[in-house]
């Protein structure tokens, strides 16, 4: 199925219907669609040595997901959301319910907490919090949006399609700010990047990382990872997409199918950019940044220098997810539901553990010392180490 450009005009409530960008290929450019004869056959996975012991401490269902439904761990907790309306707030450590909703109809994107309050976004443009295992408030939003909402200092801030932040009091929904940037024609169907960097907040507006002050929306600094280029308005899309990196001022992300980048948010200053073809976020620690490219080559980057350190072919078009560093070992989901742990040294494969089988479309999170990810098919499974 190929992509399918969104206006800002469609995105526009009461206006014309949205028209969704299909991400089904991965990028139009280099690699064949997912769908159809020609979609390249998947790399055959090699035994695995099982180099790290790990054990499946607990399962949970939360129904069907898709890309823009994202499991969140805060304080030994684990928020997740199916599609169809669900919102569960599990114990990371057993997997039991600490509470569950069902707003009765369908999410959109989610899910953002700061731990007491949890955020989602409904597929009416509806912006619903929650606290406690009850709804708090709801209001409308005037544009679809595809990134989890972000729960912090209070207040809720969302950053809707049409590249508009806004932000509303978290006890009772009131409209504090908006900050609209200029745009261009098109927009990706796809969460971006909404994050708290200490005392400010950072955005990915089209091809930048965007500092703000959290208080009034006032830009504070833009850093470009990517520059529109192309000769037609889908080659030109460069939005940022999550998830992103963050160790302490350093902020690394990917602008979708043009480049890799971290931004010193201290200064608000770009520390390098590097061409990448990858259409998911990316994650690492203080000596690494890793990714995977359209076609799932893996690949590692200096964190200090954007130089390349290793890349593997291991899950060569295996649709692999955005990545967790853990440690010693990289963590990443792919179409099949296995989730591959990855040496952080070289690329080598540590163990492989499996899901339900429906694909592992969100990156994978770290909830205490517990692995957690979330499936297609809205199982939610958590191992720990050994």
């Given at each position: 199925m190929p992509i399918r450009p969104t206006s800002f005009r469609s995105l526009l409530a009461g206006h014309?219907?949205?028209?969704?960008?299909?991400?089904?290929?991965a990028t139009l450019l280099t690699t064949a669609c997912s769908s159809g004869p020609d979609k390249p056959k998947p790399a055959e996975l090699q035994p695995v040595a099982a180099l790290m012991g790990t054990r499946l401490i607990w399962t949970a269902q939360v129904g069907a997901s898709h890309a823009e439904l994202v499991p969140a761990a805060v304080a030994g907790r684990v928020f997740a959301a199916g599609s169809a309306g669900t919102v569960a707030v599990l114990d990371a450590g057993t997997g039991q319910d600490i509470w569950r909703v069902d707003l009765k109809t369908r999410i959109a994107a989610g899910v953002g907490t700061d731990g007491d309050t949890v955020a989602v976004v409904t597929q009416a443009n509806e912006l619903v919090a929650m606290a406690g295992g009850r709804e708090l408030w709801r209001v409308r939003l005037p544009a679809r949006t595809f990134t989890a909402p972000l729960v912090a200092g209070k207040r809720v801030f969302v950053l809707t399609a049409d590249r508009t932040v806004t932000a509303f009091d978290g006890s009772n929904g009131a409209r504090l700010w908006t900050q609209t940037r200029t745009t261009e024609p098109l927009v990706l169907s796809q969460g971006g990047v909404l994050m708290a960097v200490g005392d400010m907040l950072v955005a990915g507006l089209s091809g930048r990382l965007v500092g703000m002050n959290p208080l009034n929306g006032v830009v504070r600094w833009e850093a470009p990872i990517a520059t529109s280029r192309g000769t037609n308005e889908v080659e030109r899309l460069v939005d940022i997409v999550g998830p992103a990196s963050r160790i302490g001022a350093s902020v690394c992300v990917r602008a979708y199918v043009a480049a890799v980048g971290c931004?010193?948010?201290?200064?608000?200053?770009?520390?390098?950019?590097?061409?990448?073809?990858?259409?998911?976020?990316?994650?690492?620690?203080?000596?690494?940044?890793f990714g995977v490219e359209s076609n799932g080559r893996f690949q590692a980057w200096q964190r200090s220098s954007g130089e390349p350190a290793w890349n593997t072919d291991r899950l060569l078009h295996r649709e692999p997810s955005a990545p967790l560093a853990l440690g010693r070992v990289v963590a990443v989901g792919d179409a099949t539901g296995l989730v591959h742990l990855i040496s952080r040294e070289d690329g080598s494969e540590m163990t492989r553990l499996s899901t339900d089988g429906s694909a592992i479309l969100a990156a994978p999170v770290l909830a205490t010392d517990a692995l957690v990810v979330q499936t297609r098919n809205g199982g939610v499974f958590a191992w720990r180490p050994q």
């Open positions: 014309r219907a949205l028209v969704a960008l299909g991400l089904v290929c931004v010193d948010t201290s200064r608000g200053t770009l520390s390098w950019t590097r061409a990448a073809q990858g259409v998911v976020g990316v994650h690492g620690d203080d000596r690494l940044v």
